[in-house]
């Protein structure tokens, strides 16, 4: 499996095991992430721009539909705590992975 679907499968993951989940957030993350085209893997390398691509993409799904301004917020926060979470766990993991370089 590609990294950058890796990715996309832990943000996946984190919007559904949020204390306080969204429908909304996470029909938008799924929308957004299933027209992607796939890419090499790039090893080392997380796919940061394919991953912000996605993130932009879902909050724009959001800011389209027709949801109380609350509930998008909070679909918009919950995508960007995922995205978040997602990114620093992938550097936490990056770093007990590789050597030091000092």
């Known amino acids: ?3 950058h679907l890796r990715a996309y ?12 989940r969204s429908r909304i ?7 957004a992430t299933s027209g992607i085209p796939g890419e090499p893997e790039n090893t080392g390398q997380w796919p ?4 912000n691509f996605a993130r932009n993409k879902a909050v724009e799904l959001i ?9 998008r917020s909070r679909a918009i926060a919950a995508i ?3 995205v978040r979470s ?4 992938d550097l ?3 770093i007990f992975r590789e050597p030091s370089a000092i």
Do not use: I
């Open 1 to 3: 499996m590609s990294t």
């Open 9 to 20: 499968r832990k943000v996946t993951a984190l919007l559904y095991r949020m204390r306080e």
């Open 25 to 31: 957030a996470e029909d938008a993350w799924d929308r």
């Open 48 to 51: 940061v721009g394919l991953l």
């Open 63 to 71: 800011a389209e539909g027709n949801h109380f301004l609350p509930e």
């Open 80 to 82: 960007d705590e995922a």
């Open 86 to 89: 997602a990114f620093e766990q």
């Open 92 to 94: 936490r993991a990056s």
